[in-house]
């Protein structure tokens, strides 16, 4: 059964060391409260998880804006999902790829 969301995982530090120890490539980390919101990405979130590992962190949940892209990059994201971003038309790629 899956229970994503509903139930609390668990403690994010040793979880991350353990998934590095096994070789891990990088992460997909999403916001749950923020996904699918537009609300802006959890920086702190993302700000966490990139100070527990040296492994490349992507960034799920709450973008909105080419702001938030760019917010993403400067926390250290390597990349961030935008599906609902480009979807609901509040980010044009052609304002976060640069030629």
Same mark, same amino acid.
């Given at each position: 059964? =899956?229970? @994503?969301? $509903?139930?609390?995982?668990?403690?994010?530090?040793?979880?991350?060391?353990?998934? +590095? %120890?096994?070789? &891990?490539?990088?992460?997909?980390?999403?916001?749950?409260?923020?996904?699918?919101?537009?609300?802006?990405?959890?920086?702190?979130?993302?700000?966490? =998880?990139? @100070?527990? $590992?040296?492994?490349?962190?992507?960034?799920?949940?709450?973008?909105?804006?080419? +702001? %938030?892209?760019? &917010?993403?990059?400067?926390?250290?994201?390597?990349?961030?999902?935008?599906?609902?971003?480009?979807?609901?038309?509040?980010?044009?790629?052609?304002? =976060?790829?640069?030629?």
């Amino acid at each position: 059964m =899956v229970k @994503g969301w $509903t139930e609390e995982g668990p403690e994010l530090a040793p979880t991350l060391a353990s998934l +590095d %120890d096994a070789g &891990a490539p990088r992460y997909i980390v999403t916001a749950i409260a923020r996904d699918g919101t537009l609300d802006g990405p959890d920086l702190r979130l993302y700000k966490q =998880v990139i @100070g527990l $590992t040296d492994r490349p962190v992507i960034a799920s949940g709450g973008v909105r804006t080419a +702001d %938030d892209i760019w &917010a993403l990059r400067d926390a250290g994201c390597e990349a961030s999902v935008t599906g609902k971003a480009l979807y609901e038309k509040t980010l044009k790629l052609s304002q =976060v790829i640069r030629g």
